[in-house]
């Protein structure tokens, strides 16, 4: 079993930065490949980021890509996500979630083993 607690959520102004954390339980962190992922009021959850189990692959959702950078720690079993020039339509409940088997980053979901319980992003205009 995995867990995952998100943190670093908040309320920030139209073009302020956040940086999100996702600390993950067990022993082989550096397996996993991270996603973050995240739901809008009255919208599905939908893909932002993701990233290889080295680190060195990651990909974006078009409406991030520029302004989110993700990145991972494996020495702290922690993944992170900068989100700079944040907009209003940034708001949204962030989760991460893990996949054990390692491998390429995916959009999917269903990709996914694993999930956080979301932290509140939200963006004031």
């Known amino acids: 079993q995995v867990q995952l607690v998100e943190s670093g959520g908040g309320l920030v102004q139209a073009g302020g930065s956040l940086r999100l954390s996702c600390a993950a339980s067990?022993?082989?962190?550096?397996?996993?490949?991270m996603g973050w992922f995240r739901r809008a009021p009255g919208k599905e959850r939908e893909f932002v980021s993701a990233?290889?189990?080295?680190?060195?692959?990651?990909i974006y959702a078009d409406s991030v890509k520029g302004r989110f950078t993700i990145s991972r720690d494996n020495a702290k079993n922690t993944t992170y996500l900068q989100m700079n020039t944040l907009k209003p339509e940034d708001t949204a409940v962030y989760y991460c979630?893990?996949?054990?088997?390692?491998?390429?980053?995916?959009?999917?979901?269903?990709?996914?083993?694993?999930w956080g319980q979301g932290t509140q992003v939200t963006v004031s205009s």
């Open positions: 979630a893990a996949r054990i088997n390692g491998g390429l980053p995916y959009r999917s979901e269903s990709m996914y083993d694993y």
């Open positions: 067990g022993r082989t962190f550096s397996n996993y490949c």
């Open positions: 990233i290889s189990t080295s680190g060195g692959i990651t």
